[in-house]
């Protein structure tokens, strides 16, 4: 699928002569902008397509990712469409992102985490 501007989608919700204006986001990759026309008002969300994905190492196999998108849906509270990104610095383990939440069970994680409190002291 094509990838569409934020102009055309507007344009096809019947949007397209508002006026946007940026708001400020969150921690994580969306983008907010409140709409205004005809004196209604509307708040547009845009995140880019696989921008929060699971990361996975490249022998997890199909039953761990069903497994895993499971779980997530549990952390969630709903049913969730997940896509994944193969990462092999993870080193094994995965790293789940719902919204501006990360969930780090990578080893990558655990060893930046052991090598943090080691130097700390």
Same mark, same amino acid.
């Given at each position: 699928?094509?990838?569409?501007?934020?102009?055309?989608?507007?344009?096809?919700?019947?949007?397209?002569?508002?006026?946007?204006?940026?708001?400020?986001? %969150?921690?994580?990759?969306?983008? =907010?902008?409140?709409?205004?026309?005809?004196?209604?008002?509307?708040?547009?969300? %845009?995140?880019?397509?696989?921008?929060?994905?699971?990361?996975?190492?490249?022998?997890?196999?199909?039953?761990?990712?069903?497994?895993?998108?499971?779980?997530?849906?549990?952390?969630?509270?709903?049913?969730?469409?997940?896509?994944?990104?193969?990462?092999?610095?993870?080193?094994?383990?995965?790293?789940?992102?719902?919204?501006?939440?990360? =969930? %780090?069970?990578?080893?990558?994680?655990?060893? %930046?985490?052991?090598?943090?409190?080691?130097?700390?002291?």
């Amino acid at each position: 699928m094509a990838k569409r501007s934020p102009a055309e989608f507007l344009a096809r919700s019947g949007w397209g002569a508002a006026k946007v204006t940026p708001l400020l986001g %969150d921690a994580s990759t969306r983008h =907010y902008a409140r709409l205004t026309a005809n004196g209604k008002h509307a708040l547009l969300m %845009d995140q880019p397509q696989n921008a929060e994905t699971p990361a996975a190492t490249e022998q997890a196999s199909a039953a761990e990712r069903k497994a895993l998108v499971a779980e997530i849906g549990k952390l969630a509270g709903s049913r969730i469409e997940a896509s994944f990104k193969l990462d092999a610095a993870i080193l094994g383990g995965t790293v789940v992102r719902i919204g501006s939440t990360v =969930y %780090d069970g990578s080893v990558r994680g655990r060893l %930046d985490r052991l090598k943090e409190a080691l130097m700390a002291g």
